[in-house]
Every structure is written in C-alpha cells, then in structure tokens.
C-alpha cells in the first residue's frame, strides 16, 4: 500500500520560510517523480513544482521560481518542499505526489500523478 503524508505546515508571515517533508511509503523513491501541488480556497489544484528523476530536473510553476525548491531524500524516501520569500498568496493546502515515471519529464498535471497525500494547510499572514 503506497501512502504519501505531509507535515510541516503551519502559520508563517509574510517574507518568512518553511519547510514541508513527505514520508513516502510502499515504494522505492528512485522509481519515481515526486511533486507537491497546492490548493487555495475557492481555487483549482495547482501544480507547483516536480522533480523528474530521468532528466534530473526541477519544473516549476511561475509564481514560485527563485522562492520554492524541492528535494529527495531516495534512502530515507522524504520528499521536501522548501517555501522562502512566502506571500500570502501562497496561502493553499499543500500536497505531495508521486508517480511510477515513465515520461522524461516530469508535469505539473493532477492527472499525471497517481498517488497524494492528505494535505498540510500552510498559511501566510501577519
């Protein structure tokens, strides 16, 4: 049984940083693109960034380039999400995902993703 879960979510202001981690489960990490999409209330699911282990490479979503970075930890399998410069635009519900890769690059797709985690509120205000 594969089981993804989030934590590390919380309540930051604005130009602050936090880091969310990803425990991943049931299968082998290095087989995998991983990602983490975001929701805000009243908004679509958006994609936010993914990190495709066959080309190596991080794809982002335009609102967090230069703020956001993702990471793996392939012998721990943890994916990390770290958020500086917040906003509090950033404010959503944060999930991580993960997919048996096949393509060369990874996507910032819902419907490319077949596992998700439940969820980490992350919100950003004074």
């Known amino acids: 049984q594969v089981q993804l879960v989030e934590s590390g979510g919380g309540l930051v202001q604005p130009g602050g940083s936090l880091r969310l981690s990803c425990a991943v489960s049931?299968?082998?990490?290095?087989?995998?693109?991983v990602g983490w999409f975001r929701q805000a209330p009243g908004k679509e699911r958006e994609g936010v960034l993914c990190?495709?282990?066959?080309?190596?490479?991080?794809y982002y979503a335009d609102s967090v380039k230069g703020r956001f970075t993702i990471s793996r930890d392939n012998i721990e399998n943890t994916v990390y999400l770290q958020m500086s410069s917040l906003k509090p635009e950033d404010t959503a519900v944060y999930y991580c995902?993960?997919?048996?890769?096949?393509?060369?690059?990874?996507?910032?797709?819902?419907?490319?993703?077949?596992?998700w985690g439940q969820g980490t509120q992350v919100t950003v205000s004074s």
């Open positions: 995902v993960a997919t048996f890769q096949v393509r060369r690059q990874c996507q910032l797709l819902s419907s490319a993703y077949d596992y």
């Open positions: 049931g299968v082998i990490l290095d087989y995998y693109a």
């Open positions: 990190s495709s282990r066959i080309d190596g490479n991080t």
